[in-house]
DNA sequence: CAAACTTATGAACAGTTGTTCATTTGTACA
DNA sequence: TGTACAAATGAACAACTGTTCATAAGTTTG
């Protein structure tokens, strides 16, 4: 980015919020990883292969979405045993997801 | 994508309601972009030059932006002499960009 | 027609993303 | 200790994105 947008645009959305939206919708925008958010929307945590099971994605690439997700604030992650469980830290994403799912197809 | 997600997951969305919700948050997920989305929802129409003057992006940048957003189906637009007029053709874009801002403060 | 203006287009390029594969690290338990 | 299992990591690579720059194409008006 290199031309900075006006500071404030006619609607109630400050440039701050419009990057935060924009970085959420980013590191949600996959397939792969609503279908994760929504998983721990519904259960609070699961092991990288309950998820993997669920979702049919196979070790590696999921580590590598659960990693990025939780580097950037939006999973936490547990060791317990063998196993790690993930679970939803920025709630918000939840909301985000659900929201749009529900304000798009009517 | 080479591994195809479970039919259905836990919550109420189905793998092609998840899609196309990826679908909008990438071709959304954009601070310039949002900001498009945020002036057509209040203008109905605008030019290339008004847009952008409005958010201080540069003529040739922003036209790929638009010719994006429309190739995606998300603006339409309409020549008028010399200008070219964009305006908001999925609305259900608005929707959601409300919707986030709403639900991600609170 | 030419000049001025508005927008689109295409090449080029750096940076990011999604994916695969092979390897490594951590843990449990025989 | 060694074997087996769970998950992370890193290299490699193709595909896509955002951006810039230069140029073209469409429109208006003198």
Redesign the pocket.
Known sequence: ???TPAATVDMGLSVEKMEKVAFIL?TT??P?RIAIVQLLAAQESL???DI?EKLNV????L??????MKLKGILS?T?E????YYALKMREVIDVIQCLAACMFL
Chains 1, 2 share one sequence.
Request: no cysteine; net charge positive.
């Open positions: 980015m290199t031309a980013k925008a996959h792969t092991s990288v292969s993997s196979e070790q590696s690439l580590s590598h979405h659960l990693s990025g992650s060791r045993g063998k196993n790690i």
